[in-house]
C-alpha cells in the first residue's frame, strides 16, 4: 500500500491542493476575511510544493542510482513534476484575481 502512495503520491497532493485552494476560497469569502486568503493560499501551496519536491528528489534518487529503473518508479517521477507544475498553475490564478469578487447578473 505504501509503495502505490509513493506511486501516486505526486497526483494526490496536487488533488488535496486543489481541493483546499478552492475550498476555502468560499470560506474566507464568507466569512469576511479575504484579506487573509492569500497568506493561506501560500502556506498551502509552499506545503504543496514541499511535499512534491520530496517525492521528487527521492524518486530522481532512486532512478538515478539504478534502483528505480522500473516503469512505475518512472512514472512516479513524472506524475511528480507534473504535480508541481500542476500546483503552480493553480494558484497562479488565484494571486492574479482578487478573491471574493461578485458579479451583478441583470
Not at 42 to 56: D, E, F, P, R, S
Not at 73 to 83: C, I, N, P, Q
Request: charged share 10%; proline share 4%; hydrophobic share 60%.
Amino acid at each position: 500500500m505504501a509503495r502505490l502512495l509513493g506511486w501516486l503520491g505526486g497526483p494526490l497532493i496536487w488533488a488535496a491542493h486543489f481541493l483546499i485552494v478552492y475550498g476555502s476560497e468560499s470560506l474566507f469569502c464568507t466569512r469576511g476575511t479575504a484579506g487573509a486568503y492569500p497568506a493561506f493560499l501560500a502556506i498551502v501551496t509552499a506545503a504543496a510544493l514541499a511535499g512534491l519536491g520530496v517525492l521528487i528528489l527521492r524518486e530522481a534518487r532512486l532512478t538515478r542510482n539504478g534502483t528505480g529503473a522500473h516503469f512505475m518508479d518512472r512514472l512516479s517521477l513524472l506524475l511528480s513534476v507534473a504535480g508541481a507544475i500542476a500546483v503552480v498553475a493553480t494558484s497562479l490564478p488565484i494571486l492574479l484575481v482578487p478573491a471574493c469578487i461578485s458579479f451583478a447578473v441583470g
